[in-house]
């Protein structure tokens, strides 16, 4: 103390709340991913309260402790960040944007309750994911839920052209039910093997719409700027979108918009397991509601 003069006891003071604010003032904070050790997750944001700037730390939040250890935080460089992605980045850590994970998580919720409400209805909900990393999450995901799906790649006019996509669907189911009857055998060697190679080319681009027999009440997307066609198109046919806005995409085309990387297996992973059971909750709501109402029916008679 006396070795720094008469102001030692203030410059002790601001040395030692340097020393504990020394994460977050290296963006590594809270949402942005800062771990102290013994595994204890403080939540750090600044908000503006009647003008002034104060710190908030909650306590620990162990579905942000599960996003951060999926990588849902990690974004783009900051030189291929959206402007429009500019509210839902909490900090920049090197040259990575870091995704501000609280907002995450409140918009996130209100997709999953939408998603909810959709199948409580009976409706449909197309997951589409094709890239690579996506692709066994997504057709894993829809077939366990009866639901639509695009994992290999997006067929232009799947929804703006439903009836033409439709009959090609239709061909599919017809080509493996003549297969299965053995009506291939009176061809040609030469024109079996064609018969093969068409059910192949037609099983890569519509195996995953079988069970679409109508237009889905909503869409699922993995990647906004690789499914940029499928967005264009939902928005064409006024088809709500629930979609993974990494920091390079535009979250205004989006109706419910989840900040989030896109390309890590363990996100896309993560958000999907959750999808898949907002849908099979809203699934039985919906059989319990409709159970309710025929046994209310048949008491009044």
């Not at 942005?32 to 939540?43: A, E, N, V």
């Amino acid at each position: 103390m006396l070795a720094f003069g008469k102001y030692g006891g203030w410059m002790l003071f601001f040395i030692t709340r340097l020393i504990i604010s020394y994460p977050a003032l290296k963006g590594n904070g809270g949402p942005c991913g800062w771990r102290p050790r013994y595994g204890t997750i403080f939540i750090m944001s600044t908000t503006v309260i009647e003008g002034e700037n104060k710190s908030i730390i909650a306590a620990e939040d162990h579905e942000l402790q599960a996003m951060i250890d999926a990588g849902v935080h990690l974004g783009h460089s900051k030189n291929k960040r959206h402007p429009a992605m500019e509210p839902y980045i909490w900090t920049v850590r090197g040259s990575t944007s870091i995704i501000d994970l609280t907002k995450t998580k409140e918009l996130f919720q209100q997709a999953l309750e939408f998603l909810k409400s959709v199948a409580a209805k009976g409706e449909l909900v197309l997951l589409i994911g094709t890239r690579p990393a996506a692709r066994d999450i997504i057709s894993e995901t829809a077939r366990s839920l009866g639901m639509p799906y695009a994992s290999e790649r997006w067929v232009g006019g799947t929804l703006t052209n439903f009836k033409v996509i439709s009959k090609r669907v239709e061909m599919l189911i017809d080509l493996e039910k003549k297969r299965v009857e053995g009506e291939f055998e009176k061809y040609t060697k030469k024109e079996r093997l064609g018969f093969e190679k068409e059910i192949e080319r037609l099983k890569r681009d519509f195996d995953g719409l079988r069970v679409m027999n109508r237009l889905p009440a909503a869409v699922f997307i993995t990647n906004v700027p690789h499914e940029l066609t499928a967005v264009r198109e939902a928005l064409r046919m006024k088809i709500p979108i629930v979609a993974l806005t990494d920091t390079n995409a535009n979250p205004d085309l989006i109706s419910f918009p989840v900040p989030s990387n896109d390309d890590a297996k363990s996100v896309i992973r993560y958000w999907l397991e959750r999808v898949q059971q907002a849908i099979q909750d809203g699934r039985n709501e919906g059989l319990k509601r409709q159970n309710e109402n025929s046994d209310s029916n048949h008491d009044l008679h």
